[in-house]
C-alpha cells in the first residue's frame, strides 16, 4: 500500500508497507513545512529493515526493482554520453565571423 497525504496540521505525510512471508515494513515520512526535507521512520514486524529489504529483493517485485534502477541507471549514463558528444561539437564547430 502506498498513500501520500497532508493531515489536519497541513504536514505533508507518505506511507508506504510492504509484506514478505508475514513480516511486514512500513516506511513513513513527514515534514513541516515546504522546505523541510522531512523526516523518514522505518518499523519492521519482526526483524530489521535492512533484513526485511534483503528478503525483499529475492521476490518478484524486488527484482523487478532492480531491473528498473538498472534500466533508469543506464539510460541517464547514455544520456550524459550524449550531452558530453552534443558538447564536444558545439566547442569544436569554428565560429563564422
Known amino acids: ?8 496540521t497541513g504536514r ?3 506511507v508506504h508497507e510492504r509484506q514478505v512471508e508475514g513480516k511486514k515494513l512500513r516506511t513513513t515520512w513527514s515534514r513541516m513545512t515546504p522546505d523541510d526535507k522531512g523526516q ?3 518499523l519492521c514486524s519482526s ?3 535492512d ?3 534483503a528478503l525483499w529483493q529475492q521476490t518478484p517485485f524486488g527484482e523487478a ?3 528498473t534502477i538498472k534500466e533508469q541507471q543506464t539510460n541517464e549514463q547514455q544520456r550524459l554520453e550524449q550531452d558530453k558528444q552534443s558538447n564536444e561539437k558545439v566547442t569544436s564547430t569554428p ?3
Do not use: N, V
Not at 500500500?1 to 489536519?8: A, C, F, G, I, N
Open 51 to 53: 533484513e526485511f529489504e
Open 12 to 14: 505533508l505525510k507518505a
Open 47 to 49: 526483524g530489521t529493515p
Open 40 to 42: 523518514h521512520e522505518a
Open 95 to 97: 565560429m563564422e565571423s
Open 65 to 67: 526493482q532492480k531491473k
Open 1 to 8: 500500500m502506498r498513500r501520500r497525504y497532508e493531515d489536519s
